[in-house]
């Protein structure tokens, strides 16, 4: 069969489920085409739409609604066609196969469903495909389900992801210096507010929760992804790059023998160990990614499961720092139940830890997370999905004391960085996000958050000096610019 992914443009090629799959579909004999554009008429429009037999959506929540109107239009355009639907949000909701004339949804991983779908999609389905919800009858049939179908146990076993589909569409893709790469599946902890926690109650009867590449299987990708299109930076996409340790040594001596390039990854703060850091020296990482999420330890210990000390972030930050390794943060704004001194302290914290780049976000539950079912629950959200915003930067969507109170939490996320990064604006944050929402802040926010991350993340090719940071007397002093 012909299948074409369809999407709206990314300004990155971090799809790696498509690249997955196309290799899967691709080594069952099947014709894989991608279209991107920022409407529905030009993607009817394209010829490989046209001449598709399946047209296939990823859909994360928020964006799903977009592309459940694509799917009302591209039904009416091409009645026969078969339209399917997978990523986060069907997996955590399979019940928008209802919202939409769609034939079918894909839960979970679908290297090994999708081909079996079409397989039996092309003979009538005599039987359900399992990790499958379908409907006949071109999406207007009762819903179907297959049997439940565990994640790939094997993930060696899978054909190498298709990166041409981004990097051979788009000399945009291509230019870029860096390039990502899936080393690991899988993340062993219960944050609250990640999807990552239901899966591994739904997984944990397959087998272990974490699996990663072999090393040199990777590296040969990583290799030949450098020869055909170039590459300076290597970026990992993995939720937690270092949560098998073992792994991280077996693959940091392969990557330097084979690739000896720069790295990004993400940990957790508080497991920057003294072994982690020179792990990550050995494998030459020149930037991380970690998730602070709040300065608060009651909000992180009760709300968000993130039960790490103040002491433990800071002694991670400042050991990632001591050698020279640049910190992108995760904090979020707008949680239920965090007080406005909670947000501010979450900035003090960022502050106090050395950070290169503080990237907030707007609390969004998400379905299937343990904390959109306690803010419903608790009366925080009404537990319409379809209120949540396209991105984790859009507006909360959860129930506030005021309309005022909502502002500021806007504001203080379209601000976060430069407080982090200026005193001045410390000091004035109180006032600060007291102004109506406005393009303006929405206009830093963009342009700081970009070029913060191009110019200096995808451009890390070495370690910076050491810095002293990550202490108490920092934490102190932040709190203080905050009148904390």
Not at 178 to 200: I, Q, W
Not at 206 to 223: H, N, Q, S, T, Y
Not at 279 to 291: A, E, F, Q, R, S
Request: hydrophobic share 40%; proline share 7%; with cysteine.
């Amino acid at each position: 069969m012909k299948v074409a992914f369809v999407s709206l443009r990314a300004d990155e090629p971090l799809a790696y489920g498509v690249m997955a799959l196309t290799a899967s579909l691709r080594q069952s004999g099947h014709e894989v085409a991608l279209v991107q554009a920022n409407d529905i008429a030009t993607v009817a429009a394209d010829a490989k739409t046209r001449t598709a037999d399946v047209v296939a959506m990823s859909a994360t929540t928020g964006l799903h609604r977009i592309y459940l109107a694509w799917t009302h239009r591209l039904r009416k355009a091409f009645p026969d066609k078969l339209i399917v639907m997978g990523g986060p949000h069907p997996t955590f909701f399979p019940e928008v196969l209802g919202q939409a004339p769609l034939d079918g949804v894909c839960i979970g991983e679908g290297e090994e469903s999708f081909p079996e779908f079409l397989e039996l999609a092309a003979a009538d389905f005599p039987r359900i495909p399992a990790g499958w919800r379908i409907r006949r009858d071109r999406g207007h049939g009762p819903v179907e389900r297959g049997s439940e179908r565990g994640p790939v146990r094997d993930i060696d076993a899978l054909p190498s992801p298709a990166f041409d589909i981004f990097y051979d569409a788009d000399p945009h893709y291509r230019k870029e210096p860096n390039k990502s790469f899936l080393a690991t599946r899988g993340c062993p902890y219960r944050c609250s507010y990640c999807f990552n926690r239901n899966l591994n109650e739904r997984n944990r009867k397959f087998g272990p929760l974490l699996r990663a590449r072999d090393p040199e299987r990777l590296c040969d990708d990583i290799v030949a992804v450098r020869e055909r299109w170039g590459m300076k930076l290597c970026w990992f996409l993995d939720a937690n790059f270092t949560a098998n340790l073992p792994w991280v040594e077996s693959f940091a001596a392969t990557y330097r023998r084979r690739v000896n390039a720069p790295v990004f990854c993400k940990l957790r703060p508080e497991r920057a160990t003294e072994r982690v850091v020179r792990l990550l020296v050995d494998l030459g990482c020149t930037g991380v990614g970690v998730g602070i999420e709040s300065g608060s330890e009651r909000v992180r210990r009760d709300i968000l499961c993130r039960p790490a000390g103040d002491d433990e972030i800071l002694t991670g930050c400042r050991r990632l720092k001591a050698a020279g390794i640049r910190i992108m943060s995760f904090s979020m704004l707008g949680i239920p139940g965090a007080t406005l001194e909670d947000e501010l302290r979450t900035v003090a914290l960022n502050v106090a830890c050395g950070v290169d780049l503080a990237a907030a976000t707007i609390l969004q539950p998400y379905p299937g997370t343990a904390i959109a079912a306690w803010a419903e629950a608790n009366g925080h959200f009404d537990g319409n999905y379809d209120r949540l915003g396209y991105s984790y930067f859009d507006p909360s969507p959860f129930r506030f004391p005021s309309a005022r109170a909502r502002d500021r939490v806007t504001n203080l996320q379209r601000l976060f960085s430069y407080a982090v990064e200026f005193p001045e604006v410390r000091r004035h944050i109180r006032w600060l996000i007291e102004r109506e929402p406005n393009r303006l802040y929405h206009f830093l926010f963009k342009t700081r958050q970009t070029r913060g991350i191009r110019q200096g993340f995808y451009r890390a090719f070495a370690r910076r000096p050491p810095v002293d940071a990550g202490t108490a007397e920092h934490l102190l002093r932040a709190c203080r610019d905050l009148r904390l």
